[in-house]
Structure formats: structure tokens, C-alpha cells
């Protein structure tokens, strides 16, 4: 049997407001509409994906084990997946194009603050995998599960459903690993409002570059960047 692969990187454009993810993604006329959609097919390192302005709310998902970094899979939603190599990038910049997480209220039972939005089908605004890069947005309203750990009785608030409200990055499993991995996950020019997590509740194992951050909180540690 013959294996066929893409050779080239592939630009594709997404638009909130007049897109269709049963079109071609290939031009800002077939445009796709969510960036979930893109996130599963903008896939292949080099591949470029153009924002169109709007507002990002529909639309989640979990992200792959393979380029997460972490040795357990995902469970919680996403709203944009950045593939290793992969850029995502706004086409009139932050003030234009938002990103939006989701809220989840727990309860006091379970979450020590129940009115954090941490609850288990809270949502994260971005992932940024290894080499790739996430430009030009507003991440807002992203939350990550916190309720859950409690309710289990875990003080691990390490894993990769529990951090980076706004955005994650790729995890390494030693300094060394980390350090190399996390520093090639971009994240510029963006804009990381109101998100909260366990941990890292603007941003978690990502290299900030030209960003601002306002009004985000870690639950138990990192208020902005851990």
C-alpha cells in the first residue's frame, strides 16, 4: 500500500460571522466558522491559519495526547487547538478578534470558590503545541476544571485539564525538557482577560511576547503566568 502525505503548508482563513465549516477553509470567501474546526485540520507544521474579526464562542475540544505532552489524555474543552508548527493568526488584530472561554459554577462542596467558573465543563481559551504560535487575539473568559479535583480528594493540580485558563503550552517531563518545550510555544501580541485556573490562570508553559494581561486569577497559585 502507498502512503500519501501533504507536502506543502496550506493557508486557511476562519470567520465567525459568515463562515461554514462544510466549506473549503481555503480563502476568506470559504471560510470555515469555528476554530475547532480549524484546530483538527490545520494540522501539518507550516500550515497558517488567518482569523477573520468576531467573536470565537462555539465550537470546543480536547487536546490530542500526542502533542500535549502530558502522559494522560485530555478530558476538558479547548476552543482552539495550535498544532505543533502550526501558526494561528488574527487578521485585524486583538481589539477585533476574540477569543471566548466558558464558565462552569461549581459548587462550595466541590470547588473553593464557587463562583470561579472552574467547573468541570469549564473552558479554555487556546492551546499552543511546540513551535507553534498564537497571534493577534483576545483570550477572555477561559477557565479551566478545578471542582473535580476536589471532589476526588487530589492536591494534583498538575494536570493538563487544570491549567492555563487562558492558554497552555506543551509540557515537559524534566527542567531541562520544559524549559527547551514551553519557550517555543508563542503566544504575541494577545490580549488575556478574565481567566482563571488552578494554576496559571492567564497562561501556563507558554512564552509570552508582546501580550497584556488583565484581571486573571489562579485559584491556588499564579495569578498570570505560572
Known amino acids: 500500500p502507498f502512503t500519501v502525505e501533504r507536502l506543502f503548508m496550506t493557508h486557511f482563513y476562519v470567520d465567525a460571522t459568515n463562515g461554514d465549516d462544510a466549506k473549503s477553509g481555503a480563502s476568506e470567501a470559504t471560510a470555515w466558522k469555528t476554530l475547532a474546526f480549524a484546530s483538527t485540520n490545520a494540522t501539518w507544521a507550516g500550515d497558517v491559519v488567518t482569523v477573520l474579526p468576531g467573536t470565537y464562542e462555539e465550537g470546543s475540544l480536547s487536546i490530542p495526547q500526542g502533542i500535549s505532552g502530558w502522559s494522560t489524555a485530555a478530558t476538558r474543552a479547548t476552543r482552539v487547538v495550535v ?3 502550526v501558526t494561528f493568526e488574527s487578521r485585524d488584530g486583538a481589539a477585533a478578534t476574540v477569543v471566548l472561554g466558558a464558565s462552569a459554577t461549581g459548587t462550595p462542596e466541590v470547588d473553593m470558590d ?32 478545578y471542582g473535580s479535583l476536589v471532589a476526588n480528594g487530589s492536591t494534583d493540580l498538575q494536570g493538563v485539564d487544570h491549567m492555563g ?16 518545550k514551553y519557550a517555543q510555544c508563542l503566544v504575541e501580541d494577545c490580549v488575556i482577560d478574565d481567566c482563571r485556573a488552578p494554576r496559571g490562570g492567564a497562561a501556563r508553559y507558554v512564552r509570552l ?18
Do not use: K, Q
Open 83 to 85: 498544532h505543533p508548527g
Open 114 to 145: 464557587a463562583a470561579s467558573g472552574c467547573g468541570v465543563n469549564a473552558v479554555r481559551c487556546a492551546f499552543v503545541g511546540s513551535g507553534g504560535t498564537l497571534r493577534g487575539f483576545t483570550l477572555r473568559g477561559g477557565r479551566t476544571d
Open 165 to 180: 485558563g487562558g492558554v497552555l503550552g506543551l509540557y515537559g517531563t524534566n527542567a531541562a525538557d520544559f524549559e527547551e
Open 209 to 226: 511576547r508582546i501580550c497584556v494581561v488583565s484581571n486573571c486569577r489562579g485559584i491556588n497559585m499564579g495569578s498570570c503566568v505560572r
